[in-house]
Each structure stands twice: as C-alpha cells, then as structure tokens.
C-alpha cells in the first residue's frame, strides 16, 4: 500500500525552500552545508532528506519556484486587451513585488545559477528566456521600429531587465521610494530610451 503524505508535506517542503533561499543568499551556495541549513531552520538532516536528495535538488527548488512566478506574473501581466504600454508597466509593477517579496530568491538565481547541473541550468535558463521573449514582444509592439534593427528589441529588453534585476542590491522597501515608483520609474526610461533610438 502506498505511503500517504503528511498534510503538512508542501507547508514542510516550503519552510525548508525558504530557509535555504535566505542561508545560499547570505553565505553563498558553496559556504552552506546541509547541517548549516539544518541547524538555521531548526530541521532535523533527516528530514530535509526526506524531502531532497541532494543540495543541489534544494538549490533547484529555490530557483525554479522564483523563475516560475516570475512567468506566472508575467502572464497574467499581458493577458487582456490593454495597451502594451499598460501591460508593461503592470508586468514592472509585479516583478518588482516578487523581487522585494522573494530577495533572497533572487539573489541566489543571479549568483548561484552556475551551481546547477547543466541540464537543470537549462531548464532555468529556457524560463528566463521567456520572460525575455515576453518583454521584447511588448517593446516591439510599443515601438514597432525596433523590429527593423538587427538586435534592438533584444538590447532594449536586456536593459529593461537590467534596471530591475539587481535592486535588491540596494533598494530599501521602507526607504523614500517605493517598489511601485521605482517600476514606474524603469518602465518611464525603457520607453523614452526606444522612443528616442526610433528617431
């Protein structure tokens, strides 16, 4: 008879997922060992193992749960039949609430991703290509010129990313400008700066 699951198993697998992001974050992925992840997030190695097989199947967890919800907020963002303006200024405003609300998650994608195995490296990168793909496609339908310069909307939505993605470096949430303004902001820069390359 199969083994039933424990009604706490996701809400466990979580806590677990969770304490790894903020331990990779703060001391690295390689400084980190599974005893230090059992010893901060008052675990039991056993039971992490329950769960995981490896550190690296942790690792992958707290990357892919990030890169997946990034997909699912930009979806939402650009479903519908508003302006791509509109749509890409929703999709900043939701990014930016995922990347205060899961920082350390994000840290450990932009500093960690290279600790994966490859084929899992991959399937992490395939994501991000479609959050990319997902941006040009709404600075192209923005500014259509884009599309006549060999790799315009790829750079414009390379900056795009490159103004959000490593806020977390310095950005301050209960600071004098709020995650929403900063999204307004990077979204105002992004459409001037195609605007005025379309000239």
Known sequence: MARTQAADYDERKEAIVNTAATLFAREGYNGASVAD???????SK???YHYYQSKDDILFDVMISHVRALEEAAKEATAGVDPPARKLRELAHRFMALYVGAADRHKVLLNDLDN???ARRAEIVAVQRRLIEIVQKLLVEIEPSLK???GAAFSAA???FGQINWTHTWFDPRGPVSAGALAEMAVDVTLGGIRKAAE
Do not use: E, Q, V
């Open 148 to 150: 006549r310069k060999s």
């Open 116 to 118: 994966l195995p490859k």
């Open 37 to 43: 992840l059992a010893k901060r997030g008052k675990f």
């Open 158 to 160: 390379m900056l795009f």
């Open 46 to 48: 056993s039971l992490i």
